[in-house]
């Protein structure tokens, strides 16, 4: 019976071992899911903090005109807007931590499980053995009692490799269990410390808000004037117009001819180096609420890019200047071709290039233009494939 039980336990034992491993292979794809996942949302979370750092430092630099206050509102908004973004990001990331820990709970327990059957099987075999050839008799007695040396050496060959078996597995199992409850431990203090950065958020949001409350003196203040913000809008709106009418003349122009020299450009979508060092959004793409006057749009071809006037603005990729313009409202303008697309720099205050020159990436083609009372500028940058507008976003760097 002894020699049945230990076949019976070899029999199960596979199939116990089986479904652990099933179970383990699970979890780790589970993990390595999980880690990607994590890294993925901290990467995206470093590129906000840059936002929030850079909207920072540009917020020291404080200018005393109606416009600079308009900006430095428009700086806040855009720092709020990621420090919202990093919250998200931290929440994503601890909710993806915790469902890993749970996981890991339940694979120690199972383990645990298995353990445990390992240990009674081994205890009930001892126990059987004992009981049928009484406690003088040991493994090798139980050899030798066989009524045949074939029969002897089934029973050492069974012995053998119940031992060798059990012992592999067991070890296995409890490497598995330790290794694990590791991870377990690890989650934990990752998330203990997630949670304390985003309480620090939070806290970090309330002292933004009461940031823009007082903010709100200089807006009550320029809604005083809403004269002036109305003439400013409409400034705008023709800069942009002018602008417009530049990039599609070009366009028109150049349909004319041969064609487009060749470029690579379509290649570098999400690739692109920004145009300046250190700046941050403060006007995206697209339709979008004034930042004062309720219910007044705003539409942008391209994207205003907050930065020090000290900056330079450089190339985003290698190709030829079309043109270099002075728009009323934007200042001096640079138009660089890249096969059949354009990039378009405007609101220039010097610019380093001419008429068909060949630049190329991260080449110095301008300044930003500021008022003298102001430290930083705004950049208006776009993107053009042939007469199409896009979202020069897509195309920067994350």
Same mark, same amino acid.
């Given at each position: ?236 709106? %023709? /800069?942009?117009? *002018? &602008?417009?009418?530049?990039? !599609?003349?070009? @366009?028109?122009? $150049? +349909? ?10 379509? %290649? /570098?979508?999400? *690739? &692109?180096?920004?145009?300046? !060092?250190?700046? @941050?959004?403060? $006007? +995206? ?114």
């Amino acid at each position: 019976m002894v020699v049945a039980f230990i076949l019976k336990f070899l029999r199960v034992i596979p199939l116990k071992l089986c479904s652990v491993a099933i179970l383990i292979c699970l979890v780790l794809t589970g993990i390595s899911a999980q880690s990607t996942d994590v890294e993925s949302l901290k990467k995206q979370r470093e590129q906000y903090e840059r936002d929030i750092s850079n909207a920072k430092k540009l917020l020291k630099t404080k200018g005393n005109t109606r416009i600079a206050y308009l900006n430095d509102l428009k700086l806040i908004n855009a720092q709020i807007s990621a420090q919202k973004l990093v919250i998200a990001s931290y929440k994503k990331e601890m909710e993806a931590i915790t469902e890993q820990i749970n996981i890991n709970k339940e694979l120690t327990a199972s383990l645990e499980e298995e353990i445990s059957f390992l240990r009674d099987g081994y205890k009930n075999l001892i126990l059987s053995a004992h009981k049928q050839m009484g406690s003088n008799y040991n493994e090798f007695m139980l050899v030798f009692s066989a009524k045949s040396f074939s029969e002897a050496y089934r029973r050492f060959h069974l012995m053998k490799q119940y031992a060798s078996y059990r012992k592999k597995q067991g070890l296995v199992l409890i490497d598995t269990k330790l290794r694990h409850d590791s991870i377990v431990r690890e989650n934990e203090i990752i998330l203990e410390s997630k949670q304390k950065r985003y309480l620090a958020l939070l806290n970090e949001i309330e002292s933004l808000k009461r940031s823009v409350s007082q903010k709100q003196k200089y807006i009550a203040d320029l809604k005083k004037d809403e004269k002036w913000l109305r003439r400013e809008i409409l400034k705008k709106e %023709s /800069a942009t117009k *002018k &602008l417009q009418a530049s990039i !599609e003349k070009l @366009i028109r122009e $150049s +349909s004319s001819e041969v064609g487009y020299s060749f470029s690579n450009f379509h %290649s /570098a979508k999400g *690739k &692109l180096n920004w145009p300046v !060092e250190n700046g @941050i959004v403060t $006007s +995206s793409f697209g339709e979008h609420n004034h930042a004062v006057l309720k219910g007044v749009k705003i539409k942008n071809n391209g994207i205003d890019i907050t930065a020090s006037k000290e900056n330079r603005v450089k190339c985003v990729y290698e190709g030829t200047v079309s043109r270099v313009i002075a728009i009323p409202g934007y200042n001096k303008a640079v138009i660089v071709r890249h096969g059949k697309y354009l990039t378009v720099y405007a609101n220039l205050a010097k610019v380093d290039v001419k008429n068909d020159q060949v630049v190329k990436s991260n080449q110095s083609i301008g300044q930003i233009f500021a008022d003298n009372e102001d430290k930083n500028g705004i950049l208006h940058f776009e993107i053009w494939e042939e007469s199409k507008k896009i979202n020069p976003l897509e195309w920067l760097q994350k």
